[in-house]
């Protein structure tokens, strides 16, 4: 036997296009179709790390719960950093202002759901490029634009050096 081209043979780090509904202009699944066909398929959080490292392609982090988001010393003080939540595939946001605090929201803008970017204006402020929003990335609180509510807090724990999901 020659061991290639079997049906129902893995292939390493392969990457498929699938296309259809969910699907990008360029023909491959969006990348939170994807976490959510992994939940559908019963691939739990611990299975979502190697999605990522298999061709999420996006680069964030896909995080379960009670998982590590990221190391203490990726996370600058007037940085964020975007991840995936790896049951529902929808974003949130990790940030550190300038003056170091830290936390984790739902980075689904409550105006109108467009994903707030990951650039902290002056290292405080989560900004949503749709129509600006801005949001205090201290306490999530909407502080100017036309979102009134506050960004969902998302629990979250250091240890060892990492930041956690709790
Ligand atoms: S969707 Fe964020 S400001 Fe409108």
Known sequence: MS??????ERRGHETKTIKGRGSTPGGKISRAKFVR?????GLGAAAAPALTACGGGSGEPIVGSGEAIA???????????????????EPYVLARTQRGELAA???????????VSE??????????????????AASGEAVSGPAREPLPRLPIRIRDGRIFRD
Do not use: K
Not at 72 to 88: K, Q, Y
């Open 3 to 8: 061991g290639t081209g079997g049906t129902g």
């Open 37 to 41: 066909l992994g939940a559908a398929l």
């Open 71 to 89: 190391r203490e010393d990726e996370i600058a003080p007037g940085s964020a950093l975007i991840f995936t939540d790896a049951e529902t595939g």
């Open 105 to 115: 929201y739902s980075a689904e803008c409550t105006h109108q759901g467009c994903t």
């Open 119 to 136: 650039d902290l204006r002056r290292g405080r402020y989560l900004v949503c490029p749709c129509h600006n929003s801005v949001f205090d």
